[in-house]
Nanobody, 125 residues
């Protein structure tokens, strides 16, 4: 069992930055591909980014366009999402999730078996 806890969300003006963190319980964090997803009001949950178990490989949703960076620190059981140049359309609840497979290019939700509770990001115009 893995428990994930996100933090770092908040209210920011357009063009600003936020850094989200997701800390996992347990001693097997490094065995999971980690992902970030988001859900805007009235929309489906969207893929944001993934990172491989070692952190060597990352993959992003098309809308990111170089604005977001996913990283991880396995010694701290934590995955991060640095978000720069934020836009009002980035407003959403952001979730981190753990995938026990090595498929860093998987953008669906089915393989992610553990999810955090989410953290709200609001970008004002």
């Amino acid at each position: 069992q893995v428990q994930l806890v996100e933090s770092g969300g908040g209210l920011v003006q357009a063009g600003g930055s936020l850094r989200l963190s997701c800390t996992a319980s347990g001693r097997t964090f490094s065995s999971y591909t980690m992902g970030w997803f988001r859900r805007a009001p009235g929309k489906e949950r969207d893929f944001v980014a993934t990172i491989s178990r070692s952190g060597a490989t990352t993959y992003y949703g098309d809308f990111v366009k170089g604005r977001f960076t996913i990283s991880r620190d396995n010694a701290k059981n934590t995955v991060y999402l640095q978000m720069n140049s934020l836009k009002p359309e980035d407003t959403a609840v952001y979730y981190c999730a753990a995938n026990p497979t090595a498929n860093v290019y998987y953008t669906g939700t089915y393989e992610y078996i553990y999810w955090g509770q989410g953290t709200q990001v609001t970008v004002s115009s």
